[in-house]
């Protein structure tokens, strides 16, 4: 087999953007040419970005991503290229590989295997593939091309193909989650060495909704070593050949998740067309990780953080909140609350008379700062980040209308004990003190009332965090939970909060996935449920806030 130059061209496509994408395209077939390539591969749909959901049932675009393929092939040059793009036979379409060489589409590869679990609805849109196809794409190399989850399945299309490939080149567009760049590298690895074949593979990059694309591009020798690789959460073009030495990649989760909150951020914002980002600054650990990503992700400039204090906050909160704004360089508004508060309390107290103060009166504060945010963003433009945590989304102990008011729920898929040590790598990667250790020591709360804690609605997260994985992310029964060491009534009522919630999760704002299991597209539970509903309602707690 005679080495080849082979570019992985490891782009940031924006769904529905044919044109630009088709642009970028291009121009990544260019530079790959100038260094030499004789092949440059492209990710899964990178002519309509991925996923493209329901754009797919529109018939124009359809139309226009072909055109823009025809375009591709028209201005490739004399380099052989792969792309990800839509094959249409009649009212059938197909995720499918182009294979162009000197101007000519060679061949169409379509993708067999159709996920549709998660985050995944191909089956919704596409047929599923029927041929394997083998390409001579260039001299003495036999070709197989394979898309995304082909290679994931364990089944005979890659042993099928490796029996007469020469290299088998895998397009995706696979999401990131936590440890997903691990999982990904072994099997591929396992692929290439249980087939004796070299696998290219190509991974989309960007934020797209609530998925991140990582990238993380690779290759492996037909001894399964890694020989190339793309860089995670950025645009990559890595010309590499077939014969390289063994390269290692290091594996640190928080610093995965740290990137995918940064390019989470970036792109909803730019690709969204926003400029700003304005945040409800409380002095607490959430708000304050929430700025500190946003600051890194768009730059101190482009964040605008407001303090809104009621007579409830405390002193120590006002200060935490103006030494982190001051930390990170934003802009820091103060916008106190009381007036409001006080006018509320009396449009009201006809109506109140004669009830104890409680949650009602708490969540009206929220629901003040959350219209304050929303006037804000209507005036000026920003785009309002709010601040809520997986823990806290979970068990409803959030305010709909208040703290939920944003256009982007940033840290919606990180667990409370999470945020703490992203806010402690912050400060280390810094190497200063970015997020005050005040705010990282204090006791939590919400300060809708006087001397309120979470701890008197919640189980310590160090408690509640491991019972809520084990229910949303690995689906774990109530008897499983409880088989697991933990105490059964606190089982029954996180489970009952956790189902009671769904109707304030499906309007929140949409959050970055970085767990398996994140609350949005991958996770699609009914409002109206009453499963278990008999065990749940005989042990559940009445009195949890918010």
């Known amino acids: 087999m005679r080495i080849v130059q082979i570019a992985l061209a490891q782009i940031n496509p924006t769904v529905g953007d044919i044109d630009g994408n088709t642009d970028k395209i291009l121009a990544y077939i260019k530079r790959a040419g100038e260094k030499g390539a004789d092949l440059v591969v492209f990710p899964e749909l990178a002519i309509t970005g991925y996923p493209p959901k329901d754009l797919l049932l529109k018939p124009a675009v359809i139309r ?274 009381m007036d409001a508060v006080n006018a509320y309390t009396a449009m009201l107290s006809g109506e109140f008379k004669g009830t104890e103060p409680g949650v009602a009166e708490e969540n009206i504060q929220a629901r003040i700062r959350g219209n304050i945010l929303m006037a804000l963003s209507n005036k000026f433009g920003y785009l309002v980040l709010s601040t809520g945590n997986k823990s806290e989304l979970a068990v409803g102990y959030c305010t709909l209308y208040g703290d939920m008011s944003g256009g982007l729920a940033v840290l919606s898929d990180v667990p409370k004990t999470t945020v703490y040590k992203l806010a402690r790598y912050i400060n280390a990667i810094n190497e200063k003190e970015i997020i005050p250790e005040s705010i990282l020591t204090k006791e939590p709360s919400a300060e809708l009332a006087e001397g309120q804690k979470d701890t008197d609605s919640l189980p310590p997260y160090e408690i509640l965090d491991p019972i809520l994985h084990a229910y949303i992310e690995e689906e774990k029964s109530r008897e499983e939970m409880i088989e697991m060491g933990f105490d059964e009534g606190l089982v029954n009522d996180i489970i009952w909060r956790v189902d009671h919630n769904e109707y304030k999760r499906q309007q929140a704002p949409i959050g970055i996935k970085i767990c398996y299991k994140a609350f949005g597209s991958g996770r699609r539970m009914p409002v109206t449920n009453r499963y278990g509903v008999k065990a749940r309602d005989e042990t559940r707690s009445t009195g949890f806030g918010r």
């Open 64 to 337: 226009d991503q072909r055109e823009a393929l025809d375009r591709i092939i028209a201005e490739s040059g004399n380099i052989a290229v792969i792309t990800g793009f839509v094959d249409c036979d009649e009212d059938t379409i197909y995720n499918a590989a182009a294979l162009i060489r000197d101007r000519e589409l060679i061949g169409v590869q379509h993708k067999i295997h159709l996920p549709n679990y998660d985050v995944f609805d191909e089956k919704r849109y596409f047929e599923p593939g029927k041929e394997n196809l083998l390409f001579d794409t260039l001299t003495n190399i036999k070709l197989g091309i394979n898309i995304c989850e082909d290679i994931w399945v364990d089944d005979d299309l890659v042993e099928k193909q490796a029996k007469e490939a020469d290299l088998i080149v895998n397009i995706s567009a696979s999401p990131f989650y936590a440890g997903k760049s691990r999982e990904r590298r072994e099997l591929l690895a396992r692929r290439a060495k249980e087939n004796r074949v070299p696998i290219v593979h190509v991974n989309l990059v960007g934020g797209q909704d609530d998925l991140v694309f990582d990238g993380r591009s690779y290759v492996f020798d037909r001894d399964g070593i890694l020989i190339a690789a793309g860089r995670q959460f950025e645009e990559d073009l890595v010309i590499t050949g077939l014969d390289g030495t063994e390269i290692t990649l290091e594996d640190d989760p928080l610093k995965e998740i740290y990137g995918a909150l940064l390019l989470g951020i970036r792109d909803y914002v730019r690709k969204n067309g926003f400029k700003k980002v304005v945040i409800g600054l409380s002095g607490g650990i959430d708000s304050a990780l929430t700025a500190a990503l946003a600051a890194g992700s768009l730059g101190a400039q482009n964040v605008v953080c407001v303090s809104m204090p009621s007579t409830i906050t405390s002193t120590s909160s006002r200060e935490d909140a103006k030494e982190l704004a001051l930390n990170l360089g934003v802009d820091y508004k103060t916008i106190p609350i």
